[in-house]
């Protein structure tokens, strides 16, 4: 794929190569860098132990620009997953052990093959995780999407960075807090996040500013106590995520200067505790052109897993293929095991300061 300089919202983020050369700039890091970490407590390296779940990035068009967004997704990206891409994703499922199908974005709903893709996995026996930013609901042209989900009993994995509305729309942009609560009242209304229900309904909270996440089970209890009380909702489980220093949230940093001061917190929270339980050792992502990377983020830094000289693709892949396989890293991933940790299903480890 083409590197290209692109333009959000008046700053300018650098290509996939800069944001590595950043990254990789001893000089801006000097406590040490993520490989000397994990080599702090007695691994050379990571390498995959087995492969659950199929993370799927449909593409970064979106009908949000949130200021901590990985992807740099917005509502003027054309990447988007064609059919035929798709459908090797479905003969991938069919072929493989993968248990869950997790599909992100952008808004994945956005992407005309999203129906497609859930119906085919739920048929193939696999769950299926929808990461919804919630206002897709109450959009025009999608709002059958919450029977459709119940339908197919997809969880879903809601974007709900602060349960004040003041610190929700200063990440996520003016009104996104109100339309968030109401998508919220249609799933529960359909069984989502109800008490004997399986229908799946988790949220996720992103820090504001530079903050490490708090402790995932306090702030859930936080977040249960205000939603129920203040609007009479209700939701399965919180789940606390690291701004990962990538794509918007990483120019963001350079822009105010940031950079280092995040960065050397980053280092300073290493918990080794967290390594053990990082996503990227029993999952895979796929971007939307089918080629493959050990993770979302590395997705976005174009750190492609290769075979010899040739980017892996979706077509070409047997889940045997993965195991045991060394994993691709640089000093974002970092932001996975500050603190308490962080991946796509929350905290890793309950020990681990969120300051």
């Avoid at 990254?23 to 050379?44: E, H, Y």
């Avoid at 901590?68 to 509502?75: K, L, R, T």
């Amino acid at each position: 794929m083409k590197l290209q300089t692109l333009q959000r919202s008046g700053s300018l983020l650098a290509p996939a190569k800069k944001q590595l050369a950043v990254l990789g700039d001893a000089n801006r890091i000097p406590a040490g860098t993520f490989s000397r970490q994990l080599q702090s407590c007695g691994r050379l390296q990571l390498t995959r132990s087995s492969l659950q779940t199929l993370q799927v990035n449909v593409g970064k068009v979106c009908n949000q620009t949130c200021t901590h967004c990985h992807v740099d997704a917005g509502p003027d990206r054309r990447e988007s997953m064609s059919a035929d891409t798709a459908g090797q994703v479905v003969d991938f499922l069919a072929r493989s052990q993968v248990t869950t199908l997790d599909i992100t974005g952008g808004a994945p709903e956005m992407n005309p093959q999203f129906r497609r893709l859930v119906s085919s996995a739920r048929d193939l026996g696999k769950s299926v995780i929808d990461r919804c930013n919630l206002t897709i609901l109450l959009a025009n042209g999608f709002r059958d999407l919450p029977e459709f989900l119940a339908r197919h009993a997809v969880n879903v994995v809601a974007s709900l960075p602060c349960y004040l509305e003041e610190n929700c729309d200063a990440q996520r942009g003016a009104g996104v807090f109100d339309q968030s609560i109401s998508a919220i009242r249609l799933l529960n209304e359909l069984g989502y996040g109800q008490p004997a229900s399986e229908l799946r309904l988790d949220l996720v909270y992103n820090p504001v500013g530079l903050g490490l996440p708090p402790d995932q089970e306090k702030l859930e209890e936080a977040y249960r106590e205000q939603l129920s009380s203040r609007f009479g909702i209700a939701f399965n489980r919180l789940f606390t995520i690291t701004n990962m220093p990538v794509s918007r949230f990483l120019d963001d940093l350079l822009r105010q200067g940031m950079y280092e001061q995040y960065m050397q917190k980053l280092i300073e929270s290493f918990n080794p505790a967290t390594v053990d339980g990082l996503m990227c050792r029993s999952l895979v992502s796929v971007d939307w052109n089918g080629y493959l990377y050990d993770c979302d983020f590395n997705q976005m830094l174009e750190l492609a897993l290769m075979d010899g000289a040739k980017p892996m693709h979706i077509s070409e892949l047997e889940g045997c293929d993965l195991i045991e396989r060394q994993i691709e890293t640089a000093n974002h991933c970092l932001g996975c095991t500050a603190g308490s940790g962080s991946s796509c299903t929350g905290s890793l480890s309950p020990s681990g300061d969120g300051r």
